[in-house]
């Protein structure tokens, strides 16, 4: 049951895994092309500490590692998830000889795939809080999977901080708005192939209804914030 329900996930997104194991030696660059970036994580970061005063935080998605300094600098146990092999790779690089990274519990293999999670977790107890900056959750076709699968692993009344794009900002894909509105009925996400240097990803685009309909059996929504081209989304996991 475990291979099945990865193979589900990796058909869907092992492209975007492939993408941006394609691209980890210039994703940080990529991200510092843009200053606004650097407000918008600051943002997460504020958010992040105002909610969650201590605890095991899931950094899912978590890239190169860039936010694992102000994580461990306030005193969060880390446990490190992404999927991408060089991304993963990188933030270990930057962190290996630093004393931060007694603080951090790097998945590798299997666990880093959340599509099996309500078979097997991926570890033996359950987080605080989790974070997933920087539209990972864009990258992820079955959001429905995706929730589940995260209230397995976070504690009742645990805070879920999402950066996740805004499909009403201009920055985003310009769709014409008939095309918006059948993403409303319908209930599918808006997607977008997105291509650097001939490598190529797929982004789903999910409206507000999407999001909610999704986390709803398993997370309360509590809070949403437009940041630029982004929204901050503030979830707890509910009793059930």
Not at 48 to 76: C, H, I, M, P
């Amino acid at each position: 049951m475990l291979l099945a329900a990865i193979k589900e996930r990796s058909e869907a997104d092992g492209k975007n895994i492939a993408f941006y194991n394609e691209i980890a030696e210039d994703y940080d660059a990529i991200l510092d092309e843009d200053r606004s970036n650097e407000a918008v994580r600051k943002k997460v970061r504020e958010k992040f500490t105002g909610l969650v005063k201590n605890g095991l935080v899931l950094d899912f998605g978590a890239g190169t590692g860039r936010d694992l300094e102000w994580l461990v600098s306030n005193q969060y146990d880390v446990i490190f998830c992404e999927p991408s092999e060089g991304m993963r790779q990188k933030a270990i690089d930057r962190y290996k000889n630093r004393e931060l990274i007694n603080r951090v519990t790097f998945l590798e293999n299997k666990t880093v795939d959340f599509a099996g999670w309500h078979i097997e977790p991926p570890f033996s107890v359950k987080v605080d809080a989790i974070l997933s900056d920087f539209a990972v959750f864009n990258c992820i076709e079955n959001l429905d999977l995706l929730f589940k699968n995260l209230a397995q692993i976070i504690k009742p009344r645990g805070h879920l901080v999402a950066l996740m794009l805004n499909p009403l900002h201009k920055k985003n894909p310009r769709w014409k708005l008939w095309e918006y509105v059948r993403s409303l009925i319908s209930d599918k996400a808006l997607t977008k192939n997105v291509a650097y240097k001939g490598h190529q990803q797929t982004v789903y685009v999910y409206s507000r209804r999407n999001i909610k309909k999704a986390s709803a059996p398993y997370f309360d929504m509590c809070s949403i914030e437009p940041l630029s081209e982004f929204i901050l989304i503030h979830f707890i996991k509910n009793e059930q």
